[in-house]
């Protein structure tokens, strides 16, 4: 603990920095570019050296309270104040209020003969002068390289640069220099001989016709700082440096769950849907229908009163909302009530982190709790697996620190392997929808299993997808002796089954009624027999009784003749 | 520091249309610049007699003529007059240079 107070101590004590204000720069080099040193800012033509330039002195006179010099050896003024009114920065506003200068060298050679020894103790007095002038703490010098076009003598040139940079230094000045790229060093003349501190390099490359524009931080002495190439974007707001691994695992997550738009679906994703704020993939072959369960999605959240944004990045909003239609999901009344807003573009308008930066646009300004990207593998076509995977990260990072969940579709090439998404996206997903065609007895039809859902239970059955024109339907696909039926197979299968039901039953019903006679027979029979028993029985209590009755008359019969016979009592005692 | 120069009758004179006007733009009394304005001064008398305008200006002095004239380089000699305007860089020390930079044919 407290050696890692130490460490950020040092950190903080060893190198004082100053915000450049240009976003995502300050990240990547820890707060910004060395305090009242030089650094060195190289690039090809067009890279965006100059604006680099014109956005640090903006912002410092903006955000920072720091005026700053533009010493210009390539624009004039004028020239460079309307070139950069379209990113939306007022330099004149700014130099009317004496934040900012802007001095324009111009050199040129033909004007010139050397006679002579001599220095530029001129551009010194005139930066001196300028710095002075409005208590500039920022400068910049663009470029200063032009100077060995229009000066003769290069060695003269070495030297006074020299002068110049520890002159800067000295002032205490927090400078940019900016250079042209060169073939093996790093600018066309050297520079970097000079200016040490730091280094940072810009490149603009066109791949696949998409040209990318990148920063990259190549020395940053005493400091530590991201060594990664990192994309850059120069849109209406600037210069503005994204670091792709500048977010982190570090979002926070729900429990609460969202149903997916099918109610089938939510049941087998344990019965409630998704997890609020996690990613959902859902990939598979061409037509197994990923947009309607994208816009299941999305009508479901509409209907909750959520917003959702649309990425479409094949079909025209229109024609979702046309196609959408066909299975009886109306979008376009969720886009009239403002709760859908549709995004769409062609992949290859502009390279990733342009539309990574539009995206982030859209959801900044219309902050959805749904997003759907419709499809992700096609921006495969301006870059490659590598970046795809890095931008979904990043977007994914950024939404899901929001609780915003994300939908996002992959296509996948027929013929190769369902489970290997082509952007390798899996790992990403916490989700993953698989569709896939069944092949059965000439049709072809759906199907659709959930491969992953992280974090609860969920079915491991297949089931047949249906495109209705009441939406999409699940129904459990036929498993049996035959293997997996579906479609016409799996109707044809179930009435036959059917048929044996029925013949079945009729078997039930036939032994049933035989009993049933039987059973009548048996109880006729148990019946008569019981009336028979009954009869024998009435005989023999009758014949008790005339049993009973004569005893009762022979004993009488006796007592009468005893009673003629006038016997003593012993004796009739004794016989009884 | 400003000093002005006027060759011969050059201060009576009516501007003509051949009147060279130049300036010389120095920072300081340095050896440089003080080398320069001798090496002026006798380049101008020898091949430009009575028809020249010298100005010295420093710029330590005036610092924002710098911009105005686009000077980087100490010493710098600018041609105002003829047009077009020519600007020579150096302490002058190279004769054949300066009357090649100011474009002055050199007397026989």
């Not at chain 1, 409005?134 to 030297?159: H, M, Q, Y």
């Not at chain 1, 859908?340 to 062609?346: D, I, M, N, V």
């Not at chain 1, 036939?510 to 109880?523: C, D, I």
Request: proline share 3%; hydrophobic share 35%; glycine share 10%.
């Amino acid at each position: 603990m407290t050696m890692a107070k130490e460490k950020t101590r040092l950190l903080r004590g060893g190198l004082q920095k100053v915000r450049t204000g240009i976003e995502g720069l300050d990240e990547i080099t820890n707060g910004g570019l060395p305090k009242g040193r030089p650094t060195l800012v190289c690039g090809g033509a067009g890279s965006g050296k100059t604006l680099f330039g014109v956005e640090f002195l903006v912002r410092g006179a903006t955000q920072y309270n720091e005026p700053g010099v533009f010493l210009s050896f390539e624009e004039s003024a004028e020239e460079l104040t309307k070139n950069v009114a379209s990113l939306g920065f007022d330099l004149n506003r700014l130099t009317a209020s004496k934040r900012l200068l802007v001095d324009y060298v111009h050199i040129e050679r033909s004007e010139i003969e050397e006679t002579g020894e001599y220095d530029l103790e001129g551009l010194f007095i005139r930066l001196g002068n300028a710095i002075d002038s409005i208590g500039a703490k920022r400068v910049v010098l663009d470029t200063i390289e032009s100077l060995f076009a229009g000066l003769p003598n290069p060695s003269v040139l070495r030297a006074e640069l020299r002068r110049l940079f520890g002159w800067l230094k000295k002032k205490g000045m927090t400078a940019i220099i900016t250079g042209e790229r060169g073939d093996n060093p790093l600018t066309r003349h050297g520079l970097e001989e000079y200016v040490s501190d730091c280094v940072i390099l810009l490149d603009h490359r066109v791949v696949n016709q998409i040209s990318t524009r990148r920063l990259r931080v190549v020395k940053y002495r005493g400091s530590i700082h991201g060594t990664n190439e990192f994309p850059f974007l120069i849109d209406e707001r600037g210069l503005a440096v994204m670091p792709i691994t500048s977010l982190g695992l570090k979002h926070t997550v729900t429990s609460q769950r969202i149903s997916t738009g099918i109610p089938r679906l939510d049941s087998m994703l344990g019965g409630k849907g998704y997890f609020c704020g996690s990613s959902i993939l859902v990939s598979g072959t061409a037509g197994t229908g990923k947009t309607s369960v994208a816009a299941h999605f999305v009508d479901a959240a509409c209907r909750r009163g959520e917003r959702s944004v649309f990425f479409a990045f094949e079909e025209s909003p229109s024609q979702v909302i046309r196609n959408m239609r066909s299975i009886g999901i109306d979008l376009q009344q969720w886009m009239g009530k403002g709760l859908l807003h549709f995004h769409a573009e062609r992949p290859t308008v502009y390279g990733l982190e342009a539309h990574l930066a539009s995206m982030e646009k859209s959801i900044n300004t219309f902050k959805p709790k749904v997003v759907i990207v419709d499809p992700v593998t096609n921006f495969s076509s301006v870059a490659n697996e590598a970046d795809v995977k890095a931008m979904l990260i990043r977007l994914l990072d950024q939404l899901k620190s929001n609780q915003t969940t994300t939908l996002f579709t992959t296509l996948t090439a027929s013929g190769g392997s369902l489970e290997l998404t082509e952007v390798g996206m899996s790992s990403i997903a916490d989700t993953w929808l698989l569709l896939r065609d069944i092949e059965i007895g000439g049709e072809r039809n759906r199907g659709l299993y959930i491969l992953k859902s992280r974090g609860m239970a969920h079915s491991n059955q297949i089931r047949e997808f249906l495109l209705t024109n009441k939406g999409v339907d699940l129904i459990d696909v036929y498993v049996g002796p035959s293997g997996v039926l579906t479609g016409s197979a799996r109707i044809s299968q179930e009435s036959q089954e059917r048929d044996i039901e029925s013949i079945h039953q009729q078997e039930i019903e036939r032994r049933k009624l035989n009993v049933e006679t039987k059973r009548k027979a048996l109880e006729a029979q148990i019946a008569s027999l019981n009336a028979q028993f009954q009869a024998e029985e009435q005989e023999l209590k009758k014949l008790t009784e005339q049993e009973k009755m004569r005893q009762n008359g022979v004993s009488k019969l006796r007592e009468k003749i005893a009673g003629m016979r006038k016997e003593d009592e012993n004796s009739g005692r004794r016989n009884r | 520091m400003k000093r002005k120069a006027a060759g011969g009758s050059g201060k009576n004179a009516k501007p003509k249309k051949d009147i060279w006007e130049l300036r010389l733009y120095v920072a300081g009394q340095t050896p440089k610049s003080l080398a320069a304005f001798a090496n002026l001064k006798k380049i101008c008398e020898e091949h430009l007699k009575g028809k020249y305008h010298i100005e010295v200006i420093d710029l330590l002095k005036n610092p924002q003529l710098a911009q105005g004239d686009q000077i980087l380089a100490i010493p710098t000699l600018v041609r105002n007059l003829p047009q077009p305007i020519k600007k020579i860089i150096g302490d002058l020390s190279n004769t054949l240079r300066v009357l090649v930079g100011l474009d002055v044919r050199p007397k026989m």
